[in-house]
């Protein structure tokens, strides 16, 4: 089997060496037009790496054109005497990330919310009235928190929608939930252990990752993360999303709320930090109260975005300290700037303030209950409907459907592919093998168009078994 | 002398721990009002703990009201049966952070632009024209570096304006420099050592320290960081501003900066942080070219604002890697979504493009040259103008004011406050006691309106000796 040492890889990262060495053979042709490469696995076995790895390698290899896949059988060296290789044609330009994004015709990956849907004529209306109205104040550094009138704003919104009563003081205003991650990390300190859903939302261990931060990834059941797993994994903060969890979709139940506040009241350092992102989508039956608002013990940090209600192209999401950490974040990190601008500021503020963002979201919740109607009665339709199961469709904006195959999670997102279907597994988002669940396809249905749900899922369909 | 074991100090900082025990002290009557309390100096020495541990406990009970200050003799325990403590009377609103602000005049401490300098309708009436010409790119989202145009955009404003040579591919675009110093960390690793410039620019230890990340205060000679003790300090990353250093305003020259070229040539783990933040602002000669500019191992990530060129209430800022990080940035940080919002970036691409940049800039040239010359005009008039020394001057947008005088700079600072002027010393800005300056003074003259200068410059005249 091919062999590589990775002595002399340098500052690159394990993967980007293994691409670069594939690379290299391929274009000194070492490695013949039309030869297999070894399986991601008995590679990975082979080089003594991960799995991981390997699979960036050769992503990162199918993108450029230099290797291809043979659904079934694996990846093969792509001619490149006769394939112009982007990457050396146009070396000042952009790469683009994905090769053949312009042949995907629904994308069942993406969790980017309905470009039509964001109320862009209200938006800039409120941003012309606030350039005329607030001239002074838009010239006026914002306090590091955020303006005091947005944080007002949030403060009413969540005690009208969300039951919490909220001191406009314990807001957070700051420019995307993962920049408020970072902050959070330098609050709590970095000697602590955070302990992540697995499986979970990938940018959230990359982003514990990139900060050098010890992290422990716990194992969920059908109620959320297992208590027992967290007890064992010796960890200081849970970075949890109980109210819709991303990909399994499960909603922690009210009595492993109280497990987890329980969890946290036990020692002084221990946090939660509550990732409410797209509470506001609940489609059937009553929300569940948050965490931060049963917390009595001051250990909850909640957090959510407006990067989901609105749009992902505005940057404002904003976090709820406990009180007893106000004081502390001041000292230590109140002289940070606010990362978002005036302008958008004032512009949020007023569009809460004057009910656009209520509306907003009713119009949005009927969208997505359509959108997901749609799609439900579109899959129910197939001839092979009996052979799949859909899991966790009650919350927005994603849910899970299960099929009795024979194919592998690879060959199914492969196939799905090359019938211009984008979608993910639930087992590309466990981090540890022994919490993966296989055949398990994760339906994010907020970005696709409504005219393309019929001949999406009829694609869709075609890619599931071997025929 | 009061004495306090740091023992059960438990998460507290040293200076936070030490705030409260002493307010303790003061609300239940263990100290008696009128008491006085022990120069910091003298009192640093006795706990074991360094004077800005206690400076800063003491400004925290003196903003709150705790104990007031006597020039020239000291700090005495207030009698807060009489006093109303804003703290506790107020608990669910914002706590000032300075009890008098209302009462200054000028404030030379502070580093915002002129409010009514920018080009306000300009800007709006572009944000207008990209809300409806921009309609579907502002809903898409931006690519983690910033959206294409606006990279352009800068790349040839560099290429024209500071003769550097870039790649769009190499800038990324952040919401605020000390957003991007985050990510910078991240991008270095924290396990390497960061040297700054001390004196220097507080905000950037407190990043660092903030992410817990070594530091190494490196002393500054005339013309910049002392190589030898750079050599010394073992440093791996050094994070400097030789176009105009803060406070002390010196321009490194040419002859210098190969100097540091060439130590961060002599490691492949070193690299060097060039804020050039203000350098549009150089007002005589001819500027210096960037460190970027003359660098051919890249080892220099450039980064600058546009907070402080058009206004501190936008905040979009930029770096530039060297060529040989683009790759691991993408690899290692790229999945970060861009800090910016569309609307913000797009407005800024247009306005850069139209030469609207390029205008304010000169204009606001001109307008601080004015204000310069204002403010040395009126010290010039001054009785005792012989008894000072004027420093650095050339650069915008503060210079030094060196005074001959018994008083000590604690001491000067107390009178000028009293005389309605806010004002700042260069010793305030030495992290390590060795490397502090006396009695000379830092004007930042960005925020002073013009016609305030002469009374300004009077008030501060008659705070500078004792008389």
């Known amino acids: ?25 391929i274009i000194s042709y070492k490695l013949s037009p039309g030869e297999k490469l070894p399986s991601k696995r008995a590679f990975a ?10 699979e960036n390698a050769y992503i990162q290899l199918l993108a450029e054109g230099y290797i291809y896949s043979v659904p079934k059988s694996g990846y093969y060296v792509s001619d490149i005497s006769s394939t112009k290789v982007l990457k050396e044609e146009r070396p000042t330009k952009d790469v683009p990330s994905k090769a053949d994004n312009s042949e995907i015709f629904a994308d069942f990956t993406s969790n980017s919310t309905a470009k039509d849907s964001f109320p862009f004529s209200t938006w800039t209306k409120i941003l012309r009235q606030i350039m005329s109205d607030y001239e002074k104040e838009l010239m006026v550094r914002s306090p590091f928190a955020g303006i005091k009138l947005l944080r ?3 403060a009413d919104y969540l005690y009208q929608f969300r039951g919490m009563a909220v001191d406009p003081e314990q807001i957070i205003v700051g420019a995307g939930t993962e920049y408020l991650y970072g902050i959070i ?3 709590l300190g970095r000697e602590k252990k955070y302990g992540v859903e697995d499986p979970g939302y990938q940018k959230i261990t990359r982003i514990y990752q990139a900060n050098q931060v010890q992290c422990a990834h716990i194992p969920m059941d059908e109620n959320g993360v297992d208590i027992r797993a ?16 991303f990909p399994t979709g499960i909603v922690t139940p009210i009595s492993r709320r109280y497990e987890i506040l329980s969890w946290a009241a036990k020692s002084a350092s221990r946090y939660i930090i509550e990732d409410d992102y797209d509470s506001e989508f609940r489609l059937m039956g009553k929300p569940i109260p948050s965490l931060q608002s049963i917390d009595v ?5 909640y957090i959510n975005t407006f990067s989901k209600s609105l749009s992902s192209t505005i940057r404002i999401s904003y976090m709820v300290l406990p009180k007893s950490l106000v004081s502390t974040y001041k000292e230590k990190l109140g002289f940070y700037s606010c990362t978002v601008s005036n302008f958008e500021q004032y512009t949020l503020y007023r569009f809460i303030e004057q009910g ?8 949005m919740r009927n969208y997505y209950r359509i959108q997901r109607d749609t799609i439900l009665t579109c899959i129910k339709k197939q001839k092979k409907y009996n052979q799949t199961v859909i899991k966790e469709e009650h919350s927005g904006l994603h849910f899970l459907l299960q099929v009795e195959t024979d194919l592998s999670d ?21 981090y540890l093998p022994e919490n993966a669940t296989e055949h398990t396809i994760i339906i994010n249905y907020s970005g696709i168009m409504e005219k393309d749900i019929p001949e999406a899922v009829d694609r869709l369909f075609l890619s599931l078994w071997n025929e």
Chains 1, 2 share one sequence.
């Open 297 to 301: 013990a001051d250990k909850v940090i």
């Open 45 to 54: 076995k082979h080089l003594n790496i991960s799995t991981i790895t390997v």
């Open 185 to 187: 990390i330098q609050l």
């Open 230 to 245: 967290l007890e064992d994994a010796d960890a200081d903060i849970l970075h949890i999303s109980p109210s819709h969890h």
């Open 1 to 25: 089997m091919l062999t590589y040492s990775f002595e002399d890889k340098g500052k690159d990262s394990l993967y980007e060496y293994l691409y670069k060495q594939i690379k290299n053979d």
């Open 152 to 154: 007002n704003a949030i």
């Open 410 to 430: 690879e060959e199914l997102i492969l196939k799905a592919k090359e019938n211009g279907i984008a979608i993910s597994c639930l087992s590309q988002y466990s």
């Open 356 to 363: 656009h963002l209520e509306k907003h979201i009713n119009r």
